[in-house]
């Protein structure tokens, strides 16, 4: 046992990476893929829409701690191969990401009113310029807040990684906590730096939606 | 790949979707009542009660589960308050669903028009006949899928108690795990229980939906 100094105070800070890491990783792979599923989700073709709704269901009925453990188990049996948990937690992450994304930007394509569409058509503008000139920008907008409120969502969840052992803000309170008998100084820190975090994201998420409202 | 050793564990699984049953409805319960007297208190003219309220949710929502349920089972010791592991999480999980049902509860109030409560003043209602007939009704109907979509995270978030070792289904899968070695298989089947907890709720909250709102089947 020994007092909480600086060191305890770095080594929280210096966590703060495998955070940020999960989140980008997270974001990078989950970002195009959820921007599949939600073009599926809109599709033309039924089948392609139920198992795009499909997927989206069994993800988000799960929980996050669930997906990592099945991944983390899972990849070695599903592939043959040892991969490095990192792998495993990104591809957990990275569907988590996808699954609740696509459904917000799914919620902003459908919000913009068909119409649209077919004054596009009407312009003589093919689909893809229709998305991408008419409808894509007002989605963008509409589903802007809640993408953001989805982050804190996801900035939170990194915390489960400490679980599988990610040396993250999460884990590394619970070191510092364990080396120096302080759990109420080290957590109330830990807390601390994910609200540092989150707040701002909820703020900005809550001043883009009253803007949105306000131009209505 | 093999299942088979898991069968003998039957009862452990259902003896821990019990305790994750029980964890998601108190906490729920107790969830609700935080978020009603927070939204009256958002509503009310008390200044420092509702910057408590603000407070209080803006720390709830902006920090993970797995801290709060960490701080309330390992902090609250030190101030001669120990709780077991299953009423800690479910102390941290009321707080947390708490926190987002102010706003939801909040939000359903708000969302009904000015224009609608002058009406019913115009008619000779009293203030609680306003309410219970006016506001209450569409307010609960909009608030309603918010709030069940709040609840199944909340079936899902429980399984963050296994961290402090409350025994619910989570717990049991690592108890699972330990004696039978066979982890991919276990957390498998755990997120086979959970998924179709979840599926359920949502169908029931589905039907009490249509039938008490009487809303329109989707297209």
């Given at each position: ?11 929280l ?136 409120g989805?982050l804190v969502q996801?900035i939170k969840g990194?915390s ?9 803000l999460a884990?590394?309170g ?9 759990p109420l100084l080290t957590y109330a820190l830990v807390a601390a730096i994910y609200f540092a975090l989150c707040l701002p994201l909820t703020l900005w998420s809550r ?10 | ?26 906490s729920?319960?107790a969830g609700?009542v935080i978020g009603?007297a927070g939204a009256?208190a958002l509503?009310?003219?008390?200044t420092t009660l509702r910057w408590l309220v603000r407070g209080y949710i803006e720390l709830f929502r902006n920090t993970p589960s797995l801290i709060q349920i960490f701080i309330v089972f390992f902090v609250l010791?030190?101030f ?8 800690a999480a479910?102390v941290a999980l009321s707080l947390y669903f708490g926190a987002y049902s102010v706003e939801i509860i909040r ?43 709040q609840?199944?995270l909340l079936?899902?978030g429980?399984?963050l ?59």
């Open positions: 046992m020994r007092s909480f100094s600086l060191i305890d105070f770095v080594s800070f210096t966590a703060l990476r495998w955070t940020v890491a999960l989140v980008v990783l997270a974001l990078a792979f989950g970002a195009p893929l959820a921007l599949g599923l939600a073009a599926g989700r809109i599709s033309r073709f039924a089948g392609l829409r139920w198992a795009m709704a499909a997927c989206i269901q069994v993800i988000q009925s799960v929980p996050l701690l669930g997906l990592l453990f099945f991944f983390y188990f899972g990849m070695p049996v599903f592939l043959g191969i040892q991969v490095p948990a990192l792998v495993a937690v990104t591809v957990a992450y990275t569907l988590y990401t996808a699954a609740f994304l696509g459904e917000i930007w799914r919620g902003g394509l459908e919000a913009v009113k068909q119409a649209q569409w077919e004054a596009g058509a009407c312009l003589g503008l093919s689909a893809w310029q229709q998305f991408r000139h008419i409808i894509a920008p007002q989605a963008l907008r509409l589903s802007l807040p809640p993408t953001v989805f996801l990194t489960l990684a400490s679980i599988l052992g990610f040396v993250e884990r590394a619970q070191v510092v906590s364990a080396a120096t008998f302080q001043s883009l939606e009253a803007r949105l409202d306000g131009s209505r | 790949m093999n299942f088979l050793p898991l069968w003998r564990y039957q009862n452990q699984l259902i003896d821990g979707a019990i305790v994750t049953l029980e964890l998601t409805v108190i729920a319960l609700l009603i009256v509503k009310g003219r008390i010791p030190n001669g308050l120990k709780l077991p592991a299953f009423e479910a939000a359903g109030l708000d969302s009904i028009p000015r224009s609608q409560v002058e009406a019913g003043q115009c008619l000779g209602l009293s203030g609680w006949q306003v309410f219970r007939h006016i506001i209450l009704p569409p307010a609960l109907r909009n608030a309603y899928p918010a709030v069940t979509s609840f199944v079936l899902l429980t399984s108690a296994s961290q402090v070792a409350a025994d619910e289904l989570f717990h049991v899968a690592g108890f699972i795990e330990s004696r039978t070695y066979r982890s991919f298989e276990v957390y498998a089947v755990i997120c086979a229980v959970y998924f179709a907890m979840a599926m359920s709720f949502k169908a029931l909250f589905a039907i009490i939906g249509m039938t008490a709102f009487r809303w329109p089947r989707r297209r």
